[in-house]
């Protein structure tokens, strides 16, 4: 049996892998080493598709978490979290449609719209770590009274 706790880990941990190939290849692109930006965001996509279906697993069986932190933290924690999830939902859609162009060779069709896609997916990416940071590992999941045995 599969243990589906570990998910939000993998799902983090995906993030952040998505999130360095994405600056590696924007860093190769700049430098001129196409081949190794091409490289770079193709690794990105497939890494932010198996996110994507990790994270749709976890969502479809996993237990609800209800955020824990209390204060200050409540509001922001929340602000990250709405924009990270009405930006990750351009996310699928952005990328594929850059990397389409890109490998047909509309660069300038592909430049115009990286420039779009390449700063919300890499916000999507950093804030996936920083919500998975916030709910799992400071601040942890609300205490409900299942969690309390009443």
Request: charge should be positive.
């Amino acid at each position: 049996m599969f243990d589906i706790s570990i998910l939000p880990t993998v799902n983090a941990s995906l993030n952040l892998i998505s999130f360095s190939l994405l600056i590696s290849g924007y860093a190769m692109m700049k430098r001129g080493n196409i081949a190794g930006h091409k490289t770079c965001m193709i690794s990105a996509f497939v890494v932010s598709v198996f996110f994507l279906i990790s994270y749709l697993t976890y969502a479809a069986l996993g237990p609800e978490k209800r955020f824990g932190g209390t204060g200050w933290v409540r509001p922001v924690y929340f602000t990250i979290l709405i924009s990270h999830v009405s930006l990750a939902a351009t996310v699928p859609v952005l990328a594929s449609w850059t990397l389409m162009l890109g490998l047909r060779g509309r660069i300038e069709k592909h430049r115009r719209l990286a420039r779009i896609t390449f700063p919300i997916w890499v916000y999507v990416s950093m804030t996936g770590v920083v919500v998975y940071l916030l709910l799992f590992r400071l601040f942890g999941p609300a205490r409900t009274m299942i969690h309390e045995g009443l």
